[in-house]
Structures are given as structure tokens and as C-alpha cells.
């Protein structure tokens, strides 16, 4: 540590490898991120992060069960919470918009590995957690919107916005984002 007052944070090689891995994959894909991108990344040799995963489908796995059950888990405590199903949506658009902002290499990620299909249990993904909130929805007569195309406006809306926002496309403030965002889905969600 150099006297000019800088603080090393002290950070896991596991966890060091976690955050480069997912900035790395979800920028240059899963094919298109080596095992020696990482290490070099990281600045550590390849046998080590073997010391941490077995391969790169190892990490792959580790990284997608760790931020869905995080994104899961927002879900069950922000959205479910809501009495009504217009809170609920509301919420959702929330959150996501939060998650996405706060985490893009996590949110790229899930966009790149998508958000419905995954080697752990199904009904712990985000997008059947999402789905579910709708179907319980149009069974119930709050939305006639198909469940399959609420799940596809929400997420595909927030996904569209990202991109145009890490384009450089929208340089509105977020709150302005979300505040937009959460009108026209609200609206798509009323019909004509």
C-alpha cells in the first residue's frame, strides 16, 4: 500500500473472479471469454482460478445462480409485497429498472444467458417468478393480457431501455426512465 492514503480492499480471489467473469461474459459472451481472459483479467494464472472452479461451465453455473437468486429474491421481497396487481407491475418495473441500473455486467449477464432458461430449478429463475405474478393475474380477470406477452413487454421493454441507455441513446435521468417506463407498461397493462 502506497502513503498516499489509497485503502487495498481486500477482496476474495474467488469473488475476484466472479466480478471480472461476469463483466467479461456478459460483454463478450460465453464462447467469447476464455478461462485465460479471466486469469488475465484478474491477474492471476489459469491453475488458480482451478483452485476456485472446476471449469468455465463451473463459474458459468456459480455466476448464474448467484444473481438469480439475488434477483429472485428482490422479487419475493419488493414485488409480491404489493396488495395489487397494479403495485405489483409497478414495483417490478422498479425494481428490474434498479437492478439493471445498479448491476449492468449482472443485468447484461442475464440478458446474454437470458432470463428464463438456466440449469437450476426452474421455479427459482426470475422470469417464472415474473410469469406467475401474471398468470395469477389473468386468471383472476386484472389484466386479459396473455401472460407469455406481459412477461415479454416488462422484461423486453427494460432490456431495450438498458441497451439504449448504455448506448447513449437516452440520456434522460433515471427517475425520468423509470417514471416514463412504468406509465406506458401500466398503460399497455389497461388496454384500450
Known amino acids: 500500500m502506497s502513503g498516499k492514503g489509497k485503502s487495498l480492499e481486500l477482496v476474495p480471489t474467488k469473488e475476484r473472479i466472479a466480478r471480472v467473469a461476469v463483466r467479461l461474459f456478459s460483454k463478450k459472451g460465453f464462447k467469447g471469454t476464455t478461462i485465460k481472459d479471466i486469469a488475465g483479467e484478474v491477474g492471476i494464472t489459469e491453475g488458480a482460478i482451478y483452485r476456485h472452479f472446476s471449469s468455465k461451465e ?25 396488495r395489487t396487481f397494479t403495485g405489483m407491475v409497478e414495483r417490478l418495473v422498479e425494481v428490474l429498472m434498479d437492478f439493471a441500473f445498479k ?16 440449469e437450476i430449478p426452474q421455479e427459482d429463475l426470475p422470469g417464472r417468478k415474473i410469469l406467475e405474478i401474471f398468470r395469477r393475474a389473468y386468471e383472476k380477470g386484472e389484466t386479459d393480457l396473455l401472460p407469455e406477452v406481459a ?41 384500450p
Open 58 to 82: 463451473d463459474i458459468i453455473r456459480y455466476l448464474t445462480r448467484r444473481i438469480t437468486e439475488e434477483l429472485v429474491d428482490l422479487i419475493r421481497r419488493e414485488v409480491l409485497k404489493e
Open 103 to 118: 448491476n449492468p455486467d449482472s443485468f447484461r449477464y442475464l440478458t446474454v444467458y437470458h432470463i428464463l432458461r438456466e
Open 151 to 191: 412477461l415479454s413487454l416488462v422484461i423486453g421493454s427494460i432490456d431495450r431501455l438498458f441497451i439504449l441507455r448504455e448506448l447513449g441513446v437516452s440520456v434522460a435521468e433515471e427517475d425520468t426512465l423509470l417514471r416514463e417506463m412504468k406509465k406506458a407498461i401500466l398503460r399497455a397493462f389497461r388496454g
